[in-house]
């Protein structure tokens, strides 16, 4: 099977080699758990190794996710540069609809050769719907749209809480091929990232909740790690 390499240190070797082509990934967390950061380096790793990717940024500015994520990562030094020669492109569409986004992908796949995207997030267009029926509908048609495209995708989903105990199912959940979960963890004083991979249609993963960083020079997944 094909895979997409993360480049995220320890994310792949989870993966068993990286997320399988075309499939359609969620990032779920609460708020700062570092679901734009997992993103971003997602299509930094790629641009560097030859693999163009498009951010459709439905929250931030392009200009404020760009300054964030060059303070977030300081090693990541030629974002600008990637930027400028379209291996790494940032857009923000100016509506909050799925069709638009798919459009969006679509054209940056035939004009770029775009091979991975990430949409950040899910959940501002989920605020669109009224009804959560047409928005499972909308996602479900949108992803089979989307699974005929050659590109990987990672889609973030906000969770309401960034307490692992008081997750529950979201709609993302059951229709998204997989789903990678990011926590907050509340360790007495302190706070512990730590991630697992909830579910991978199509290949085999670890189950292991596992701690991770933020560092300078992107995230660092700790495979074999314990959280305690
Ligand atoms: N330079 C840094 N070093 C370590 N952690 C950082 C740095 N910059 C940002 N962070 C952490 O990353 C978090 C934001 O992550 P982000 O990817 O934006 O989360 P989310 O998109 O899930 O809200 C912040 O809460 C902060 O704790
Ligand atoms: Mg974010």
């Known amino acids: ?11 792949d070797e989870m993966l068993n080699g ?44 392009t200009d404020d996710l760009i300054e964030n994520m060059a303070s977030t990562f300081p090693m990541f030094t030629d974002i600008k540069e990637l930027i400028k020669s379209k291996k790494l492109e940032i857009v923000k569409p100016d509506k909050l609809e799925l069709e638009s986004v798919a459009d969006l992908i679509e054209d940056r796949i035939a004009e770029n050769d775009v091979k991975r995207a990430v949409i950040d997030s899910a959940t501002m267009i989920r ?13 479900f048609e949108f992803l089979s ?7 990987t995708t990672l889609t973030t989903v906000e969770a ?3 307490k692992k105990e008081e997750m529950h199912f979201d709609i993302e959940h059951f229709v998204m091929d997989g789903i990678i979960n990011l926590y907050n963890l509340d360790r007495e004083e302190r706070r512990i990232r730590a991630l697992e991979i909830f579910k991978m249609r199509g290949t085999d993963h670890s189950r292991d909740l596992v701690p991770f ?16």
């Open 18 to 61: 990286g997320i399988p082509m075309r499939r359609h990934v969620a990032i779920y967390g609460g708020p700062g758990a570092g679901k734009t950061s997992f993103c971003f380096e997602y299509l930094y790793r790629g641009a560097k190794a030859g693999e163009n990717g498009v951010y459709v940024s439905l929250e931030e500015t």
């Open 145 to 151: 749209l989307l699974r005929n495209l050659d590109c």
């Open 160 to 162: 309401t809480t960034a």
């Open 127 to 139: 605020m669109a719907f009224a009804k959560e029926v047409e928005y499972r509908q909308t996602l």
């Open 213 to 228: 960083k933020v560092t300078p020079q992107g995230l660092k997944v700790y495979v074999g790690e314990k959280v305690f």
């Open 1 to 11: 099977m094909d895979r997409v390499k993360t480049g995220i240190v320890g994310m």
